[in-house]
């Protein structure tokens, strides 16, 4: 496993031991390095970390969609 593999893991655990993530799912999601890559760059444009980018746009998503109400 490469060190930035590690160090996102153990980011991962520390953060889901915070107050913040009260009533949110952990799960691993596998995706290609170039993908990550693609979502980091935008995450960073943006102002996000890569996991609020990928909240942001499954939220944005799901009330596209009509399955999720506009908050």
Do not use: C, P
């Amino acid at each position: 496993m490469h060190l930035a593999s590690k160090t996102r893991i153990m980011k991962s655990e520390k953060a889901q031991n915070t107050s913040e993530n009260k009533g949110k799912k952990s799960f691993v999601l596998r995706i290609d390095e170039s993908t990550y890559k693609l979502l980091e760059k935008w995450a960073n444009d943006e102002f996000r970390s890569v996991n609020g980018q990928i909240e942001y746009l499954l939220h944005q998503k799901l009330v596209d969609s009509g399955r999720k109400k506009k908050e």
